[in-house]
């Protein structure tokens, strides 16, 4: 489903807890949000996490917002406050490998759909950031920036994101020369220098035409299934 349920209806001044209001009102409930993690990075894993939040006050998350917003400390924050309120959360840990092997929108698509399938409560409809996803046994809706207006998505990004970064700064001890506790393994001036001088390293993503340029086996008529992102 690409839209919201017959007769359900979100005001613009909703708030961060609209949508899962909403669809509560319609009886869809409980509601789950999914995000991801390391699309755009040319090195390490893709991660992707589900949440299904309590309806009412217990489920409304301190300082929640999209993980990008915040800062390091308040991702920290909201991730120990989603993990203590939540039904349910899940994350599904993509290796760079696989990412070279499906494409990073397969990838992404079929992250959200593991995520989603490993929560513990199944959710009666599900939220999307961005890109619809088929294939979930519920009805659900993509929701454009979808971490910056529904809490479950942005509660979503949040387990995503610190996973994530947890697992690049576990990374920096083994590849010291990389900064990747820095610049997580996104395009940055940082890491476009550090390929420059080093060039990949195991845990780089092939599938990115800087990764290849720098290893030398790049070619203008080369065809990418992954998109040079720095979000």
């Known amino acids: 489903m690409t839209v919201l349920p017959r007769g359900t209806a979100i005001r613009r001044d909703a708030g961060l807890y609209g949508y899962q209001r909403a669809l509560v009102r319609s009886g869809l409930t409980p509601v789950a949000g999914a995000d991801e993690a390391g699309r755009g990075a040319c090195a390490g894993p893709l991660v992707a996490a589900a949440v299904v939040l309590p309806d009412g006050r217990r489920g409304e998350v301190p300082g929640l917002a999209d993980s990008k917003l915040l800062t390091e400390a308040a991702r920290e924050r909201c991730y120990e406050q989603v993990v203590r ?59 454009w920036k979808g971490d910056r207006v529904a809490a479950c998505i942005a509660a979503a990004s949040v387990i995503a994101k610190v996973t994530r970064d947890r697992i690049m700064t576990a990374y920096a001890a083994d590849y010291p020369a990389y900064s990747f506790d820095v610049h997580k393994g996104y395009i940055t001036p940082l890491h476009t220098a550090e390929l420059a001088e080093h060039g990949p390293c195991e845990i780089h993503r092939w599938c990115f035409v800087n990764v290849r340029r720098a290893a030398g086996l790049s070619s203008p008529a080369s065809e990418d299934r992954c998109a040079e992102e720095t979000q």
């Open 85 to 143: 309120r939540a039904l349910a959360w899940s994350v599904v840990v993509v290796p760079h490998d696989e990412c070279d092997r499906l494409g990073m929108h397969v990838a992404n698509i079929e992250a959200l759909r593991r995520a989603v399938a490993a929560l513990e409560v199944r959710p009666a409809y599900v939220l999307t950031d961005g890109f619809p996803v088929d294939g979930l046994g519920v009805p659900g809706l993509a929701v």
